[in-house]
Structures are given as C-alpha cells and as structure tokens.
C-alpha cells in the first residue's frame, strides 16, 4: 500500500468506494503476531505466539480474561487491544451489577462492535489497529467471534489472525468438522498444532505459546507451561524418535554396500546426509 489523496483521513472516500485508513488498520492486524481461537460444543479454546522485540525483551500479553465465561486474544497494536479488553470488562461488570446475571457474549461484540465503527465516521479519531477473537459461553452455547477494525464481526468455529495465520487457517479448515464433538484435550492440541503451523519451521515450545480455556464448569483460566508443554511432547518427540530409528536403518543399508566399494565414494555419499 502506498499514500495517496485519498487517505488523509478516515473520512474521506476514493473513486472506488475504498476507505485507506481502515485498510490500513487492517493490515495491522495482519502484521501482528498470531492469535488462534478454537470453539466445540462446551469450551473455547484461544492460542497466540509469544513474539518479543528483542532476546533482551518479554513478550507483550495478548490474551486477556474478560469474565469468567469470555476471554480475548489479539492481533495487531496491542496497547489498542488493552484498552478494548477493559472497555469489555467494563460492559461485563456493569451488565452483571445491574442484571445479576452473565453478560451474554453476542451482546457484547456487538458493543464492540459499534465501538470500532465510529472510529471509521470520525474525522478526529482514527480505526483501532488490532483484530479480537472473542470466545465465550453463555446460555446458547460456546461461541468464537472476530471482530475486525472496519466495524464488522463474524462468528466461526474456529480462526487465525495476525502474521502467518493463512497457514493456521490451511489446517484449521482440514479439521474444524470435527470440532463441535471435540474433547477439551482435542481442541487444546489443535490449538498448539495450528500454533506450530505459524512459526514456519522453527522448533515449537512451551514459552512461544500461550493459551487459554473456558468451557462448561471450567471458569477461564491459562494454562501453565509444563501442561502445554506436556501436550507438545506428545506430537513432537514420537514422530523423532521414530525417525531417529528410520535413519538408523537406513544408515546400516547403505553403510553395507558402502563397505565393499571404493573408500573415496563411500565417503561421498555419506557426506550430504550428514549435512
């Protein structure tokens, strides 16, 4: 995207009907580091990368706890996304005090909802620059909502936001049938397999991850790094350690040959395996 005359504020319409300013904040949420959101029929499981600055620096939190019964991961400018997480609090307390009861969840992002687009009608405010993916339970079930920074909300099954989340969402489509009868454990390992598809090679931990559940009778809560990193062992060493034994026998295959041939190729062909 480049300036141009047309996005000098929020306000101002070019020919094609496009609004640049919420363009451009929609290309922050897609800069930011990755949040994943996962729902069956009973929990709601949220999932983000834990992407700092530096190797001298934390990472910044990027779910945060609502209520008991609704949480929220971002993407995109976090403090945006902290102010937005208390403006929910906020409605959730208010709603409880005033109607002693839990605020329903379809209420709330329409709240939120509303609140992100006065900001696309205002010449002196800007869009927020940062993507929620809000889970919650309430009387009609679990539900996983997105709300974008043009004012718009969406309800899913399940969904990725933020750098990298095309390749999340490549796997999330490949499973999301089988999610309305998940376990809460099943939907927990989806979340941090989806988590590993957006670090493009690099080797999955436990303190890269974050996440957080919330499901019937379960209040929202994280869950601590030896239990997440309990989970990853289970798809991460196996697969290893059956490789381990695959490479061993193809070492002995090809060391026989390799035996009553010349030294030089010997040496040769293993080279490159080593690389």
Known sequence: MFRNQYDTDVTTWSPTGRLFQVEYAMEAVKQGSAAIGLRSRSHVVLACVNKAQSELSSHQKKIFKVDDHIGVAIAGLTADGRVLSRYMRSEAINHSFTYESPLPVGRLVVHLADKAQVCTQRSWKRPYGVGLLVGGLDESGAHLYYNCPSGNYFEYQAFAIGSRSQAAKTYLERRFESFGDAS?????????????????GETLKSSLCTVSVLGVGEPFHFLDQETIQKVIDTFEKVPEDEEGEAGEGEGEAEAAPAEHGD???????VAPMEM
Do not use: N
């Open 184 to 200: 809460r454990e099943d939907l927990i390992k989806d979340a941090i397999l989806a988590v590993r598809e957006t670090l493009q």
């Open 263 to 269: 030294g030089g190729a010997g040496d040769q062909d």
